[in-house]
Structure formats: C-alpha cells, structure tokens
C-alpha cells in the first residue's frame, strides 16, 4: 500500500531535550516536505527537499533541521524544542514537483513540548 | 508581503447542491495552487493543483478556477455529499516552497 508514514504519533517532552520525528514513504518519491499545523495560524511549510541531499527552508524553518540522506526517509529534527513548537507535524511527499502530481501527507505527529 | 487568504471561514451548503470555496492571494509569482481536503483529526488531503498558466481544471466532481487577473482561486464541488464535509485549504507554490490559506470549514446539510 502506497503511504507515508511518521513516527512516533504522539510526543510529550520538555524543553531542551533533542528529538526527531521520523518520516518514510514507499512511493520512490522525490519531493519531501514538513509542515506544522496551529489553530489559527494555519499549515505552514517548515522545509522540503526535492530530492537526495536537497533540501530547502520553507516558511518557518528556525528551530528544525531536516536531513535528505536516502529518497524514502526525511527525518524532521528539533535539537533544543521549545514550548513554541508545540504542534501537529505533517510530512508529505510527491513523486514530482509540487503542483505536477498528487501530493500525499502522513498520519500526522502530534508533539507537545513542556 | 505575500498572503493566501479566503473570502469566507464558514460554508453551509444542503446536500446535493454545488459548493464554492473562494480563495485570493496577493502574491503573483506562483507556479501552481492547490486545493487540499482535511476531516477532523486526519491529515490533509490532496484534491486537486492547477498550473499558474492555466485558468480551468476538472476533477471528479470538483473543478478549480484561476482568475489571475484579480488574484483569485475557487474550488467548486458539484453535487455536494455528506462525505464533503470539512476544512478545505487552497495553497499556492513555486518549486517546493508551499503556502497556504487558513481554511473553510464546509458542512453538508442532510
């Protein structure tokens, strides 16, 4: 079954303590992204990658780092998380460019920082 | 500085008829906008892009229409169901970098 995945689903942790939230698809997909959904503010894009050891900011990208080192997996890390990054992380993937093709997003990860 | 905003937050629409969700935006350098599907407590949901150089899209049962003139985006929904019930986000993109709008919330009336 074609599917992105992320793991863990659910994260409760304290400020400071360095934590990555895992992302794989099994599609042989090219593009990656990261995003970060708050009431009120909306999806925002965190950082994306087209493609093996290519990777971009997007719209809110302080305090995260990412890592493209295979196609399938996009790992989204937070070496120092902060209160402010309390939120519910989607990753997605497309086989092309955005805008070319369906775009597909996983579970989602639900991380609260203490 | 750039924006995807929608006209309206809240569409109550009765089952069957057809649905419009309206988006504007203040930014012209876009290659594409999409329209993206999310129920309550799942992840959003492709439905369907259209290319900046392009004015009209067909999906199944949803259309999309691009007016760059006046910067504005719409998502029709013929035939309305049920299972259409939930938020719907237009995004706009140049190469990988993505923004999106707030949200619609659409409910279906029996």
């Known amino acids: 079954e074609a599917q992105v995945t992320q793991n863990p689903r659910y994260l409760i942790t304290v400020t400071g303590k360095k934590l990555t939230v895992t992302c794989s698809q099994n599609?042989?997909?090219?593009?990656m992204s990261w995003y970060r959904q708050d009431p009120g503010l909306g999806l925002r894009q965190i950082y994306y990658?087209?493609?093996?050891?290519?990777?971009d900011k997007g719209d809110v990208p302080e305090g995260y780092k990412v890592s493209r080192k295979e196609k399938r997996n996009f790992p989204l890390i937070l070496e120092s998380p902060s209160p402010n990054q309390t939120s519910l992380y989607f990753c997605a993937s497309n086989r092309g460019l955005l805008g070319t093709d369906t775009q597909y997003f996983g579970p989602g990860t639900r991380l609260t920082v203490l | 500085g750039e924006s995807v905003g929608l006209h309206l937050p809240t569409l109550s629409v009765q089952e069957g008829d057809n649905s419009i969700i309206n988006c504007a935006y203040s930014?012209?350098?876009?290659?594409?906008f999409i329209w993206y599907k999310q129920e309550s407590g799942k992840g959003p949901q492709f439905i369907i892009d259209i290319r900046s150089n392009m004015d009209k899209r067909q999906g199944q049962r949803v259309t999309v229409l691009l007016n760059k003139t006046v910067k504005h985006l719409s998502l029709q929904i013929a035939a309305t169901q049920p299972g259409d019930s939930a938020v719907y986000f237009c995004a706009r993109g140049s190469q990988g970098n993505l923004i999106f709008g707030k949200g619609t919330k659409l409910s279906v009336k029996p």
């Open positions: 990658s087209m493609n093996v050891e290519v990777t």
């Open positions: 930014n012209s350098a876009s290659d594409y």
């Open positions: 599609m042989n997909h090219e593009y």
